[in-house]
């Protein structure tokens, strides 16, 4: 592996690091995330505290994480290895973020993120899969686990030299998601519901 390799797998942990959940929501005074909701600092528990603006804003840094370090070692010609090394120390930084004492979220959208710059087919079909599933069954976790399961698919019929690396990422995003295949097994996680949010204004 190469020096510059290496040098951008630790520059995408640490860009991984910024949580926008926690960020965003500090910035429109509402409640941590990891305290309120479901305790994920993810997009969807952002729009149950504080609805589609923060939302919105926390899904765009999400993505731009896991989007801007792959497109840099893109550009400077790493290999398929060490591109899917790049988008899964970003997804680290989301996962156990550096600066906020390793407490994070499940990395959906930094993945998502991460496939832009190499394969944006993929990615359409991925942001299209999830969708799907999500308004069918209204369960986010299902609906990443299924769009995951199916990114290295997708990877070897569109882009077969990036099948590796959407693997390794497809298994991390699963073992994140490791608590809510229980609760889905057993037919004890929630489904998204979108109703009154908590007012926030004087915390």
């Known amino acids: 592996m190469s020096a ?76 398929p290895i060490e591109l899917g090394l790049v988008a899964i120390a970003a997804c680290l930084g989301h996962i156990y973020p550096l600066y906020f ?34 308004w069918v069954s209204r369960v986010s976790s299902l609906a990443a686990l299924i769009t995951v399961a199916l990114a290295p698919l997708y990877a070897f019929l569109i882009k077969p030299q990036y099948t590796i690396p959407a693997f390794m990422l497809a298994v991390l995003i699963i073992w994140r998601h490791r608590t809510n295949i229980v609760r889905l097994w057993n037919g004890t996680e929630v489904a998204f519901r979108p109703g009154k949010r908590k007012n926030n204004k004087n915390k």
């Open 101 to 134: 004492k390793f407490q994070g979220g499940k990395a959906v959208a930094t993945a998502l993120g991460a496939m832009f710059p190499v394969a944006s087919e993929m990615a359409v079909l991925l942001i299209m899969t999830w969708i799907l599933v999500f």
């Open 4 to 79: 510059l390799a290496v040098l951008m797998i630790v520059l995408a942990y640490l860009l991984g690091s910024i949580s926008s959940a926690i960020l965003i929501c500090k910035a429109f005074r509402l409640d941590d995330p990891r305290l309120r909701g479901s305790g994920n600092p993810g997009a969807t528990n952002v729009y149950r505290l504080g609805g589609p603006v923060p939302a919105g804003l926390t899904l765009l840094g999400d993505v731009l994480k896991g989007m801007i370090p792959v497109w840099a070692a893109y550009f400077f010609g790493l290999t």
